[in-house]
């Protein structure tokens, strides 16, 4: 069997004003040809995949086309997105006959004047490769549904764990892809948009009510054969486009009937826990400082929820900062700084520089302003760091510098990179993160890589473009009304 392979990647925050361009993509690796199957050997949804199709013992001739991956941010630009478009229709064209295709997406990207980017590189596929070759679909669980997407493709799976197994999701579109190349399965897929958009801070799949809903899936999985995979996609709560929403879609083996009752049936569950989804956690920032101030032992980890760059903000929030500065906060602080205009500043004033600027703020003027801080610079960096991202490999974040602001290390990039959520990335550059009272960490979700050292996860409720705020957003596209902006009759609006 001849299998095409497609893997591109990136999470669009609708809020974050700053394009996401192909520098993006370059930092974390454009890969074509054979180069993917190689690089992504065990790894991400190509990895899993790939391992899956090999353990059934099916004889696959892989045709990798392309993949590519950028941190999530703002909007796509137009250069981006014809990139990947191109370099798609031409490489499924110049593939000749394939058997199948295993297109590893994201599924919630959105570029400049383009609200479905993934069902537009779907429509691609689909053109190419015309109404009968088998397209199995594999998503983020962050993953915004379109009408295209389910209309053009044969199967979709998602990622059963937040935070995510992309390893997993692969081995799923694999296991798929085999049974229907055997013939064994016909899937068909039933498929609802729930008027839902919550915040972050109930996403994690371990707990609470995303555990809940996930466990049911798992449960009619477990229970009927037919039930191939139940596809949950609470989507992130910062994509303001005109199909936006939560999806559940059911892949049964022939039954459609079965498939309409059970997407009916997760709908009315996620709904019936629309008020526990909006449980928030997160504490103000002054308290969120006193407490890991006070803590007996670190590090205690302060997510800035309003500018997880793992969501796709900027990184240049800083009112965490702020915070301890103002509060003369006395315990070791580490936190990232994304902003290259601060990074070149404190490289004209050389290592050992003792310099007074203006620091982070210039992103989002909607959210921040610039803070004013003296401090010295201890280190000047740059170069590939390899440290694995998700499923990536290695990545750049560009020119890097380490600044000391009274108590607290700023680790200042022209890249987010990982923007500080790994701790191994800090010690690439010499810093032990254990060494600090506390870390600033720029997601809500992600603690899984710092988790060996910390002591305790502290959210703290900062404003900006990935607020647990949903409902101050300035939405202009979902469609309403749309819970917890408005309350909806129903999950149908
Ligand atoms: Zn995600």
Redesign the pocket.
């Known amino acids: 069997m001849r299998i095409a392979t497609i893997h591109v990647g990136q999470?669009t925050n609708d809020f974050n004003p700053l394009p996401t361009t192909i520098d993006d993509f370059k930092a974390f690796g454009i890969l074509e040809g054979q180069e993917i199957i190689e690089k992504m050997a065990g790894k991400g949804q190509v990895g899993g995949c790939v391992d899956a199709m090999a353990a059934s013992g099916m004889n696959v001739e892989w045709v990798p086309i392309v993949s590519g991956w950028a941190m999530a941010g703002g909007r796509i630009d137009t250069g981006a997105r014809l990139f990947f478009e191109e370099r798609i229709g031409t490489g499924l064209r110049k593939a000749g006959k394939v058997d199948a295709l295993a297109l590893h997406l994201h599924g919630a990207a959105a570029a400049e004047g383009v609200d479905d980017v993934e069902g537009a590189q779907l429509a691609i596929c689909r053109a190419v490769l015309g109404p009968d070759v088998p397209i199995v679909l594999s998503l983020?669980?962050?993953a915004n549904v379109t009408r295209q997407m389910v209309e053009l493709s044969t199967a979709i799976v998602a990622?059963r764990t937040?935070p995510?197994d992309t390893y997993d999701t692969g081995r799923l579109a694999g296991d798929m892809l085999v049974r229907i190349l055997r013939k064994e399965i016909k899937p068909v897929m039933a498929w609802r948009k729930i008027r839902l958009v919550t915040h972050q801070e109930q996403f994690l799949t371990s707990q609470g009510p995303m555990k809940a809903w996930f466990d049911q899936a798992r449960n009619w999985e477990a229970k009927d054969k037919r039930v191939l995979h139940v596809a949950l996609c609470p989507m992130?709560p910062w994509l303001d486009v005109a199909e936006g929403g939560w999806t559940t879609i059911v892949n049964v083996d022939g039954d459609r009937a079965l498939a309409e009752k059970l997407a009916d049936e997760s709908a009315d569950f996620a709904w019936s826990m629309r008020q526990d989804f909006m449980k928030k956690d997160a504490v103000s920032v002054d308290d969120a400082v006193r407490r890991a101030d006070q803590a007996a032992k670190g590090v205690v980890v302060l997510s800035d929820t309003g500018d997880t760059v793992f969501g796709g903000t900027a990184g240049d929030s800083n009112l965490i900062l702020e915070a301890i500065l103002r509060l003369g906060i006395k315990s070791k602080a580490l936190m990232p700084l994304i902003e290259p205009g601060t990074v070149a500043k404190l490289i004209a004033a050389g290592e050992g520089a003792e310099i007074t600027l203006p620091v982070g703020g210039h992103s989002s003027p909607k959210f921040f302003k610039p803070l004013t801080v003296t401090g010295r610079v201890r280190k000047i960096a740059s170069g590939i760091i390899k440290v694995p991202v998700f499923q990536q490999p290695e990545h750049d974040m560009g020119r890097t510098v380490f600044f000391e602001v009274g108590p607290a290390t700023l680790m200042v990039s022209e890249k987010p990179g990982a923007a500080g959520n790994v701790p191994d990335v800090y010690r690439w550059f010499g810093i032990e993160p254990s060494d600090y009272k506390m870390a600033v960490l720029k997601t809500a979700s992600n603690f899984q890589f710092f988790k060996p050292i910390t002591s305790e996860v502290i959210r703290v409720d900062t404003r900006g473009p990935g607020q647990s705020d949903v409902v101050g957003l300035p939405w202009q596209r979902v469609p309403r009304p749309m819970y917890p902006m408005e309350e909806p009759k129903s999950w149908r609006g």
Do not use: A, G, V
């Open positions: 999470e983020d669980h962050h990622h937040q995510h992130q």
